[in-house]
C-alpha cells in the first residue's frame, strides 16, 4: 500500500486496514493559538539535538495544554475504535530550518509498557510538507509485529536488541504525509514511519501524543523512561492514576 491519503473510509477503517488514519482538522484556530502559545513558553525547557527541540510532558507544566488533551483525545478514541484511551505521554518537536532527519521506526519502541494497543495521534502545528519533513510511512506495517529500535538501545541485554532489524532498504522512502496545521494523523505504534530533514527556511512544530489502552501495564524492561528512571516502576503496574483520559 503505497498511496497517502490512506483509502477513503472511516478514522477506524484507515487505522485498522493502514495503521494510518486522517483525522482532519482537530485544533481550530484559538486551540491552534493556544497550543502555539504554550510551546513557545516550554521552549526554552526543550531538549534540542541536531533533529529537533523536543518539550517532554508539556502538558504537566502548561494547563492550557493540558485542557486540549481530551479534545484531541476523542479524535484519538475514535480512530482507534475504542472507548477511550489514556495519554502515557507527549512531545512537542520543533524542527528548525536545517533539522535534520528522524530515521525509521516504531514508536513502541519507546513505550515501557506490556502491549503497543494505541496511537500516536501527530497533530501539525505549522503546515507540513515534505520541504519541511512531513511525516512519512510505511503503509500496513503495523500488523508486522515488533522490530529491533532503531536507537536508544544502551544495554546489551536490552529485551528490544533481540528483536530483527526494520525490513527496509535505502530505497523505501514510504510515502509523504502533510498535513497542514491544525490538522491530525493517528499512527498505529508499530506503524513504521519517520521524518526527513526541514529543507525549508521555516520551522516545522509539531505535537506527538502517545495515547495507550487503560489495561496497558508497565513493562519498564522494554524501554527506559524519563518517569520510570525518576520513579522505578515494577513490572505490572497500573498506568498513573494522574494521567490524562480521553473518552469518545
Ligand atoms: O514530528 C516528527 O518529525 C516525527 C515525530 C516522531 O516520529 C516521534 O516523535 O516518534
Known sequence: MTAWPPPPGSPAEQFATTGAAVLGRVLDDDQLA??????????????????????????????????????????????????????????????PPGGEDMAWHQDYSYLPLDRPDGCTLWIALDDCDAANGCIYYQLATHTTGEYRAAWGIWEDDDPRAALPALPLGERDLGVPAPTAAGHAIAHHTLTFHRSPANRSDRPRRAWALSFVSPDARWWPRHAPHPRSAVAPRAAGDPLEADLPRAAR
Open 34 to 95: 493556544t497550543a502555539r502559545a504554550a510551546f513557545a513558553e516550554l521552549l526554552p525547557s526543550g531538549t534540542t539535538g541536531g533533529y529537533a527541540t523536543i518539550v517532554h510532558d508539556g502538558w504537566r507544566r502548561a494547563p492550557a495544554l493540558a485542557a486540549l488533551v481530551p479534545v484531541v483525545g476523542r479524535a484519538a478514541a475514535a480512530a482507534v475504535g475504542v472507548p477511550a484511551l489514556v495519554l502515557f505521554h507527549e512531545h512537542l518537536l520543533w524542527k
